[in-house]
C-alpha cells in the first residue's frame, strides 16, 4: 500500500483554521490568555486613564503629574482598598481646588478597585 501524500492545501488547513479562530476570538474582545478579572483591571484601568491619570500615576510605576495627587499603587498603603469603595460611589472631595469631584457607578467601583489591588505595592497591614 502506499502512502498518500498531503496536498499543499491540506497542509495548509490546520493553519488556516487556528488563524481564522484566533482572528474570530479577537473580533470579539476575547482573549485566550485571559484570567478572572483580568477585564474588570483593564476596565478599571480605562476608567482611571480618563478620569485620573492627568493628575495621579495609575500604572505600577511613575510619578504622579500633580505632586500632591498619590500614585494609585500606593492608596492601598494608606487605606484598606475595599474602604475606597463608599468614596468612591458619594464623590471624592479633597481640601485643594484642583481636584474635582467624581462618583462612580458601583460596577465602575468594582473595576476600580480591581485595578487599585492589582497595582499596589505596600498592602496595608490591619
Known amino acids: 500500500m502506499t502512502r498518500r501524500h498531503p496536498t499543499p492545501s ?3 488547513w490546520p493553519h ?3 488563524g481564522l479562530t484566533l482572528l ?5 474582545g476575547v482573549r485566550a ?3 478572572p478579572g483580568d477585564a474588570a483591571r483593564r476596565q478599571g484601568e480605562a476608567i482611571l486613564q480618563e478620569k485620573c491619570a492627568r493628575c ?3 500604572g505600577a510605576s511613575g510619578s504622579s503629574p500633580h505632586q500632591a495627587a498619590p500614585p ?8 484598606p482598598v475595599g474602604h475606597l469603595a463608599e468614596a468612591f460611589a458619594e464623590g471624592i472631595t ?3 481646588p484642583d481636584m474635582p469631584e467624581f462618583a462612580f457607578s458601583s460596577a465602575e467601583i468594582e473595576a476600580i478597585l480591581a485595578y487599585i489591588e492589582h497595582v499596589s505595592t505596600k498592602p496595608r497591614a490591619d
Open 10 to 12: 491540506e497542509r495548509r
Open 16 to 18: 488556516l483554521a487556528a
Open 24 to 28: 474570530v476570538l479577537s473580533t470579539f
Open 33 to 35: 490568555a485571559d484570567a
Open 56 to 58: 495621579h500615576a495609575i
Open 72 to 79: 494609585f499603587r500606593e492608596l492601598s498603603a494608606r487605606y
Open 94 to 96: 479633597t481640601g485643594h
